[in-house]
Each structure stands twice: as structure tokens, then as C-alpha cells.
């Protein structure tokens, strides 16, 4: 069946440093991808979203790249903030219209 | 410009009570859904509706039951609360038009105790 798998957390980075957060999936045929963001409190946000191999999907500096070849849709950001301490969730929408999460990856960014 | 509402936000309940957790949308929305999250287990689907009148089950539906009388409303009800039952519920709706790639939109959840 189709899976997302995301790395671990939770993730701790100091303010300005490099991001990326790994995800990878197995779906039948090109599922959308979307990045999800919480934070504390609150639902989940969209991020940001690719619908076919190839597209690069960005918002607010983060970005991720739809890559066919490798099943991965990776989140990255050149520069974190304070503000960007969330828990992040990878996540792909199926035939029936129904998106399957990964786990979720805490990310703390420190001053 | 309210969105997806889940009301209450916090709810403790005893093992065998049961509870109607309520969700509403204003986006005419025909797809709705419900989540459970715990803690490092990602979100996991519990039932979904693709419109009024229709309802199916997810991942996990086993101790729920939802219905789905509107295009608004989509209430999720607990029968015989157990303590596995403890969790954060979301309740999520989209459009149809372009399912697949349309965003949920997420309310912001209802946190429930079984003690």
C-alpha cells in the first residue's frame, strides 16, 4: 500500500543553519506531495505542495523537489529562524483523495 | 471566514462514556475527514466522507462511528470510550475539484483523555 516515511526527530539546529528534512514514499502511480507544518497548539498547515515528477514546490524559503527516480520529496531551507520550530509532516494523496502521513519531524532551531 | 471548526477543544472522559466530537466547515467542501495523531506516529486516517450521505472507513475506525447528514458537518462519535482512545483528533476537509492535488484544511483539533 502507499507509505511515507520520514527521518527521525526531533531535529535541533542553531539560528541560520541548513535544513533538510528526509522523505521518502512508495504510492502506485504519481500521488501529489505536500509538506505539512504544526505548530504548538495548532493544526496542521500546508506548506507547501508538488503534483507531478520534476516540480518544486516553495514557500516562506522552504522548498522540496518532486524526484520520480528517487521516491523522495526532501524539505530544505537555506536559513532557519527561531519562528521555524515546528513539527513538520511529509504527505502524499492517493487515487481516492485521501492523504497518508509520515511521522512527523520535530525541528527546534535554537538562537 | 471561519474554516474548519472542531469544538471542544479539550475533553476528559471516563473508560465506557461516550462523546459526539463536532466538526464544521463553511467552505462547501465535499471531502472531509477525520484524524487521530499521537505522539511520533504521524496522523492516521479514522473515517472520511466524499460527501453528504457518504461516509467510509480509514486506517482506523474500529470504537468510532461518524455520519454525515450535510455537506457542513461531519461529528465523530466515541461509543465506549477506551484509553487507547486517548489522543488529539483533527478533522480535515478539501474541495473535489482536483482532489488529489488540493490541500486539507485542518481545524485545530480536539485533545481527549480516557482515564
Known amino acids: ?111 | 471566514n471561519a474554516g474548519v471548526t472542531q469544538t471542544p477543544k479539550f475533553r476528559i472522559l471516563k473508560i465506557g462514556q461516550s462523546m459526539t466530537l463536532q466538526c464544521t466547515q463553511d467552505m462547501n467542501h465535499n471531502y472531509m475527514y477525520w484524524y487521530r495523531q499521537d505522539p511520533g506516529m504521524g496522523l492516521k486516517l479514522i473515517y472520511y466522507s466524499v460527501g453528504a450521505g457518504i461516509t467510509d472507513k480509514g486506517e482506523v475506525p474500529n470504537g468510532y462511528n461518524v455520519s454525515r447528514s450535510t455537506t457542513e458537518d461531519f461529528p465523530l462519535r466515541l461509543e465506549l470510550a477506551a484509553p487507547s482512545q486517548t489522543s488529539v483528533y483533527f478533522c480535515a476537509s478539501r474541495p473535489t475539484t482536483d482532489r488529489e492535488a488540493s490541500p486539507l484544511h485542518f481545524g485545530n483539533g480536539t485533545r481527549l483523555t480516557v482515564t
Open chain 1, 1 to 111: 500500500g502507499n507509505s511515507v516515511t520520514q527521518m527521525e526527530g526531533p531535529v535541533t539546529l542553531s539560528e541560520e543553519a541548513f535544513l533538510t528534512i528526509n522523505c521518502t514514499y512508495t504510492a502506485t502511480g504519481y500521488p501529489s506531495l505536500f509538506w505539512y507544518v504544526q505548530y504548538p497548539g495548532e493544526g496542521l498547515q500546508l506548506l507547501l505542495k508538488a503534483t507531478k515528477a520534476d516540480d518544486k514546490g516553495s514557500n516562506k524559503g522552504f522548498e522540496a523537489t518532486y524526484r520520480k527516480e528517487t521516491t523522495s520529496f526532501h524539505l530544505e531551507k537555506g536559513s532557519v529562524q527561531v519562528s521555524d520550530s515546528a513539527v513538520y509532516f511529509c504527505a502524499l494523496s492517493d487515487r481516492g483523495g485521501k492523504l497518508i502521513f509520515g511521522q512527523g519531524t520535530e525541528l527546534s532551531v535554537k538562537p
